[in-house]
Nanobody, 123 residues
């Protein structure tokens, strides 16, 4: 099994940037499609971004496309989410997740989850 730990969250003003990191242990992430999800208070967990095993393909929810970038470094067993031009509506707990599926945009497809990191964007 893979253990995932997110970091890099914090408080940032609207328009600012933040980079989230996901460190994996126990097993290499090269065999997994990786994803980022977020959950705001009182809302459902929402897909944010996903990246294929080799990093060749990415997909984003429309609301973050052009602002967020997901990337991975399999040699370091790390996944990242670069967030630019942050908006107050981006405020949420962000989760890193892994799935054996080739492609995944639904939370139910992911088998392994980190504990989350809080991102708060003030106006």
């Amino acid at each position: 099994q893979v253990q995932l730990v997110e970091s890099g969250g914090g408080l940032v003003q609207a328009g600012g940037s933040l980079r989230l990191s996901c460190a994996a242990s126990g097993r290499t992430i090269s065999s997994y499609t990786m994803g980022w999800f977020r959950q705001a208070p009182g809302k459902e967990r929402e897909f944010v971004a996903t990246i294929s095993r080799s990093g060749g393909s990415t997909s984003y929810v429309l609301s973050v496309k052009g602002r967020f970038t997901i990337s991975r470094d399999n040699a370091k067993n790390m996944v990242y989410l670069q967030m630019n031009s942050l908006k107050p509506e981006d405020t949420a707990v962000y989760y890193c997740a892994a799935t054996e599926s080739t492609y995944g945009i639904r939370w139910s497809q992911y088998n392994y989850w980190g504990r989350g990191t809080q991102v708060t964007v003030s106006s």
